[in-house]
């Protein structure tokens, strides 16, 4: 089960790690009571369908990508991890999008878990738009390799990886994951803001810019917002100069995740457009 704080089963609103928090109302208080039904359910899930130690690999972004920027309840992502483990299987963090310190708050999403996965797929950031992927892991699994015919093309090309090297050079000189933190929590509290105005936003989450805009049709059922008035928004911010994404189960969440390099301004213009676009279509 997708472990989703706003549209699953279980869900508050003290449950996920973001500036700001889902309307459904919870009594977490040191602990995180939808996480534990969530990982209780994870664990009858494998009991029952899997067995035990028959679990090859569990993966997980940090934070949902293109499944629309869903956040896990506090600790999910440690519990599930060390059920894993306990039952033999591999744990792979997928930090395509989360990674370069897009969160803000970690230079890897699986660093505000609390765990060390045993691989790391990564992507995109990591060459600022040149072709560029990676996989890290442990020297045992890499080992793996060894014991069938394995080669890749241009594994280890030279150019690519000096761009990737300068990526981390710049990443680095120019502070772009404490801009990440510092523009991402301005521009979330300002769209959670946003949402108290607007009926069309159902819920603002995310970490850093790595951010999700669930728009829905009728805020007390959260049903999802029909396909032809979505793309309607959608294509209003083009018009007017936004690119955004699109993502999740139905299609109707906004993905903003935008160039780490972003200013106030640029945060200022991403909420004047979102609001612009909720009044003219909706």
């Known amino acids: 089960m997708n472990p989703d704080v706003y549209n699953g089963i279980w869900g508050g609103n003290n449950c996920r790690d973001s500036p700001v928090q889902t309307d459904r109302v919870c009594s977490c208080s040191d602990e995180c009571e939808a996480g534990t039904k969530y990982v209780e359910q994870f664990q009858e899930e494998l009991d029952y369908n899997i067995g035990k130690n028959n679990i090859a690999a569990f993966w997980a972004e940090s934070i949902q990508g293109v499944g629309g920027t869903v956040q896990y309840p506090k600790n999910y992502i440690k519990r599930v991890h060390d059920i894993v483990k306990k039952q033999g299987g591999l744990f792979v963090s997928d930090e395509v999008q989360t990674g370069f310190g897009r969160t803000g708050d970690h230079f890897w999403g699986f660093e505000m878990h609390g765990i060390v996965p045993d691989i790391v797929t990564m992507a995109k950031g990591i060459g600022n738009g040149f072709p560029l992927a990676a996989v890290a892991t442990t020297p045992e699994v890499a080992q793996s390799l060894t014991k069938a015919t394995h080669f890749n093309t241009f594994g280890g090309n030279p150019v690519s990886c000096t761009v990737g090297i300068t990526v981390l050079d710049i990443i680095k000189e120019e502070k772009l994951q404490e801009n990440s933190k510092e523009i991402g929590t301005y ?82 213009f991403t909420v004047k457009v979102i609001e612009s676009a909720a009044r003219h279509v909706c």
């Open 187 to 268: 521009l979330l509290l300002e769209l959670g803001k946003l949402k108290s105005q607007l009926p069309i936003i159902g819920d603002v989450r995310g970490k850093g810019l790595m951010i999700g805009v669930e728009l829905v049709s009728d805020n007390e059922s959260r049903k999802p917002l029909n396909p032809q008035t979505f793309l309607k928004f959608w294509e209003y911010c083009l018009d007017q100069g936004l690119i955004i994404g699109k993502g999740g189960l139905y299609g109707n969440v906004l993905r903003i995740k935008p160039p780490m390099c972003i200013t106030k301004e640029d945060a200022d």
